[in-house]
């Protein structure tokens, strides 16, 4: 009966990856799940060997790479000695992957449903209600019928949404906005940096926009590429302000969507800058929809772009 040395195989098998990886290019081997590896709920369609020529068994799960998601490694250090070979694949792969999430229309703006009435809130900020006690934003149709419920019951005027007293003096509402702040909600810490920017304290409302982008508010995105354009408070950074833009148009800001079309626009990049009108239109942004008009007249827009 023929014996076979399994140790000497595998140990002669990662050499010959080592060296064609080295040698190669780094390309990646594959092998097929389909007819050898068992089947498990959340791995990809095929199992990748990494760096140091282990492949993904039962007992041996692999980390994907964070930024890219189309190589696997064992551990830290094998992936250290593949990033010389992987380092520009990634940064590409990881591109295009920020685009395909960045060019897809989302279900929704930013500024969500009314809690209520479970209705689209309209861009239109005049067209809700901020109610500072519980950090909500309610269609101004729910707020009237509410009104008009209380005024009919002779009710003491509550919040709609948490029945806290309402209250008119400003030392309250702001009392209750604080109150929000230091609950971490990303809309009162927003509202707060609104203040501070108003108030001409740059510093202040700079702080709180990024703790509210930290907690991932759009608002606070949109505010925070509006401070790096400008240069108020901290330096202009283009690449910043084109990340906060981005961030913000990724949770469904139209404003943010056109900012982005007109730095696209400026940049000569006009199939970029078409897709994010698009988007906002969709969203029924009016200067979206406008730019786009004028881009169709103009011939830099067409039928097939939608």
Known sequence: MLQVNLGGVVT????????????GGGEIFTMSADKEAPEAEGRNAYSYFAAC????????????????????????QCQKEHRPWHKEECKKRAAEL???????QPESSHHGDCPICCIPLSLDPRKATFFPCCSKVIC?????ANLRREIEGSLQPKCLFCRLPRTALSQEIELNLM???????PVATSKMGEIHYNEGDYDGAL???????????????????????????????E???FFHLEEAAFDGFPAARYNLGVVEEEHGRMDRAVKHYIIGANHGHNESLATLKKGYRRGLVSKKDF
């Open 12 to 23: 002669i098998f990662r050499i010959l990856i080592m060296i064609t990886k080295r040698w």
């Open 239 to 241: 690449k910043k302000m």
């Open 140 to 144: 101004n149709g729910c707020e009237y």
């Open 53 to 76: 020529g282990i492949a993904e068994v039962d007992n041996i799960l692999l980390n994907e790479c964070n930024h890219c998601n189309s190589v696997r490694y064992c551990g830290v």
């Open 98 to 104: 920020r685009d395909e999430l960045l060019f897809k």
């Open 179 to 185: 109150r929000r702040v230091e609950a971490k909600d």
């Open 207 to 237: 702080q709180c926009w990024e703790k509210a982008a930290e907690l991932g508010n759009a608002l606070a995105h949109f505010s925070l590429s509006m401070l790096y354009r400008e240069g108020k408070g901290v330096k202009k950074d």
